[in-house]
């Protein structure tokens, strides 16, 4: 069985930085991409970053140049840098993986999500 499980999200003022982590542990074989989504209330889930198993990322137009993801192979973990918070990045923080375990040919999985909060 396959979790993902969140850290690093928390309160903190506007112009701060935030660095979530999530680590996937289980019978991995491997893991293709790693993302971070964020979803508030009453409204859909969106894409925030994500990384290939290749290092490639893409990022969502409000957090350019401000939120770096990056991803650690040996450790089957994915990092959110946040930096330049603002108020409106105030949500809940999912992570998101495209992982093959030794019996099966890859399924999505998703972290329960992790609270940030950004005060003004």
């Known amino acids: 069985q396959v979790q993902l499980v969140e850290s690093g999200g928390g309160l903190v003022q506007a112009g701060g930085s935030l660095r979530l982590s999530c680590a996937a542990s289980?019978?991995?074989?491997?893991?293709?991409?790693m993302g971070w989504y964020r979803q508030a209330p009453g409204k859909q889930r969106e894409l925030v970053a994500v990384?290939?198993?290749?290092?490639?990322?893409n990022y969502a137009d409000s957090v350019k140049g401000r939120f770096t993801i990056t991803r650690d192979n040996a450790k089957n973990t994915v990092y959110l840098q946040m930096n330049s918070l603002k108020p409106e990045d105030t949500t809940v923080y999912y992570c998101n993986a495209f992982i093959i375990t030794w019996s099966d040919r890859g399924n999505n999985y998703w972290g329960r999500g992790t609270q940030v909060t950004v005060s003004s």
């Open positions: 990384i290939t198993s290749g290092g490639s990322t």
């Open positions: 289980g019978s991995i074989f491997s893991i293709n991409a």
